[in-house]
């Protein structure tokens, strides 16, 4: 590889690629990284190769930053089927890479479609290893999808037990308005008894003291005809 980066320094591009294979394969990540970047940005290049140096990325940033390794085999993936190259290595390795990570709906989608490229091309032997690889995805899909569908009946279980109890608690709290309606109007009936009788004893008292003024004129009326009675026979006697 020295060799041919040194006889290809008249040839920036293809020194380029020699320089970024290097780092590659002395697992320089970092400078590998720097380079193959450098090289997809460079126009006019075949989709091929594209699709090459963006699965190398996705291998340079495996362990450094998953987010980027996974990014890198998606354009990888993509770029292929824009080129109608439709390989399977990229799509099942996209989808084991996706299943250690634990991401069984998007391992299962990939590795889907690395089937249908194997069974288009009728290609045996690639098939032969998506087969080994598939049943580890569909399991663990399945244990996804059956968590789901656990977490799903026990929300819409609690949801249910939720709205029970709000009916419950909206019957109870309407039979309590009724209860406290009807004491209100009980009270209101009680509270008017008593103004009426409270009125009763107001007129009684009135009429009362009436008769004992009365009472009291005539006392008075009566002592002044007695004591008038008395100082006539006085006078006469």
Same mark, same amino acid.
């Given at each position: 590889?020295?060799?041919?980066?040194?006889?290809?320094?008249?040839?920036?591009?293809?020194?380029?690629?020699?320089?970024?294979?290097?780092?590659?394969?002395? @697992?320089?990540?970092?400078?590998?990284?720097?380079? #193959? +970047? !450098?090289? =997809?940005?460079? $126009?006019?290049?075949?989709?091929?190769?594209?699709?090459?140096?963006?699965?190398?990325?996705?291998?340079?940033?495996?362990?450094?930053?998953?987010?980027?390794?996974?990014?890198?085999?998606?354009?990888?993936?993509?770029?292929?089927?824009?080129?109608?190259?439709?390989?399977?290595?990229?799509?099942?390795?996209?989808?084991?890479?996706?299943?250690?990570?634990?991401?069984?709906?998007?391992?299962?989608?990939?590795?889907?479609?690395?089937?249908?490229?194997?069974?288009?091309?009728?290609?045996?032997?690639?098939?032969?290893?998506?087969?080994?690889?598939?049943?580890?995805?569909?399991? @663990?899909?399945?244990?996804?999808?059956?968590?789901? #569908? +656990? !977490?799903? =009946?026990?929300? $819409?279980?609690?949801?249910?037990?939720?709205?029970?109890?709000?009916?419950?608690?909206?019957?109870?709290?309407?039979?309590?308005?009724?209860?406290?309606?009807?004491?209100?109007?009980?009270?209101?009936?009680?509270?008017?008894?008593?103004?009426?009788?409270?009125?009763?004893?107001?007129?009684?008292?009135?009429?009362?003291?009436?008769?004992?003024?009365?009472?009291?004129?005539?006392?008075?009326?009566?002592?002044?005809?007695?004591?008038?009675?008395?100082?006539?026979?006085?006078?006469?006697?």
């Amino acid at each position: 590889l020295s060799r041919a980066i040194d006889s290809t320094a008249a040839w920036p591009r293809s020194r380029l690629v020699y320089q970024a294979y290097q780092a590659f394969r002395q @697992e320089k990540k970092e400078k590998g990284i720097q380079l #193959y +970047r !450098q090289l =997809v940005q460079q $126009s006019g290049r075949e989709q091929q190769e594209l699709a090459s140096d963006y699965a190398t990325l996705s291998l340079l940033y495996e362990g450094i930053k998953t987010d980027s390794a996974n990014y890198f085999l998606q354009l990888a993936a993509a770029t292929e089927e824009v080129a109608s190259i439709k390989k399977t290595a990229t799509l099942t390795r996209l989808a084991t890479q996706y299943f250690e990570q634990g991401n069984a709906s998007e391992a299962s989608m990939y590795i889907g479609l690395a089937l249908e490229n194997a069974n288009f091309f009728g290609a045996r032997q690639r098939k032969l290893q998506i087969l080994n690889v598939l049943p580890h995805i569909e399991r @663990e899909q399945q244990v996804l999808l059956t968590a789901k #569908y +656990r !977490q799903f =009946v026990l929300f $819409s279980l609690l949801a249910v037990l939720l709205f029970m109890l709000m009916c419950i608690l909206f019957i109870r709290s309407q039979q309590q308005k009724k209860r406290i309606e009807s004491q209100k109007q009980k009270i209101f009936q009680q509270s008017k008894i008593l103004a009426e009788q409270a009125s009763a004893l107001h007129t009684a008292n009135q009429e009362l003291e009436t008769y004992s003024n009365r009472l009291q004129d005539s006392e008075e009326i009566k002592n002044y005809y007695i004591g008038h009675y008395f100082l006539a026979n006085f006078s006469y006697t």
